[in-house]
């Protein structure tokens, strides 16, 4: 079974600038996430969805941060325009269902974004 | 508002002995407290789980034990081998299917 897919693993921006992140989560996964863990951190939760709708994004800076999933598969995750505090590894992950309690999250390996 | 805690950053242990990672919690709420290990460059991947209604449960060399009432829960690897250096995140399902992540706890075994 093919794991979650990111690109790109690596991105150098100067502030201000726009970046996007793509992920492919497992196959027939309907629940996916994107984190974002900043250095020394643990990872924190900034949108869910399940299919292609927004389960939560309560902690998703709007103002800067858009993502959407089409048709219930890949997402993006946007920066528009990018803070030096937006320097993170933004981690995509996928679960079977969000029905069961304590589902397992798979993750991908994550991009890492430096913000100059 | 930290609702999870790993107030040990980073734990050396030598090779063949235990290791206890710790993690503290103040939402009663929690239903599920799932433990992650992450390698650098990668992604976190998933270890074990507990449920609330349990107080242990065990995989192969890894034990979780929860404390409802303390609010506390514990990962023991026994015996700690090499492959185990990485960083362990405890990771409580809220009920809402949003996992909150502590801080993390670094573990390096000592060959």
């Known amino acids: 079974e093919a794991g979650v897919a990111q690109s790109p693993r690596y991105k150098i921006i100067e502030k201000r600038q726009s970046v996007a992140f793509w992920c492919n989560p497992i196959?027939?996964?309907?629940?996916l996430y994107w984190y974002q863990q900043i250095l020394g951190q643990g990872p924190k939760l900034l949108i869910q969805f399940q299919n292609n709708g927004v389960v939560d994004d309560s902690q998703l800076p709007k103002d800067r941060f858009s993502a959407e999933r089409l048709k219930g598969v890949d997402s993006t995750l946007k920066i528009q325009p990018a803070k030096l505090e937006d320097s993170a590894v933004y981690l995509c992950?996928?679960?079977?269902?969000?029905?069961?309690?304590?589902?397992?999250?798979?993750f991908g390996s994550g991009t890492q974004l430096s913000v100059l | 508002d930290q609702q999870v805690k790993q107030n040990s950053p980073s734990l050396s242990v030598q090779e063949g002995r235990i290791s206890i990672l710790n993690c503290d919690y103040t939402?009663?709420?929690?239903?599920?407290f799932l433990w992650y290990k992450k390698y650098p460059a990668e992604g976190p991947t998933f270890l074990i789980s507990i449920s609330s209604i349990k107080d242990k449960n065990e995989d192969g060399r890894f034990t979780v034990f929860l404390n409802k009432s303390a609010k506390h829960l514990s990962l023991h690897i026994v015996p700690s081998q090499p492959g185990d250096s990485a960083v362990y995140f405890c990771a409580p399902d809220s009920g809402t299917y949003k996992y909150i992540f502590g801080t993390g706890t670094r573990l390096k075994v000592l060959a």
């Open positions: 196959s027939g996964h309907a629940t």
């Open positions: 939402n009663s709420m929690f239903d599920y």
């Open positions: 992950a996928s679960s079977r269902t969000r029905d069961r309690g304590g589902e397992k999250l798979f």
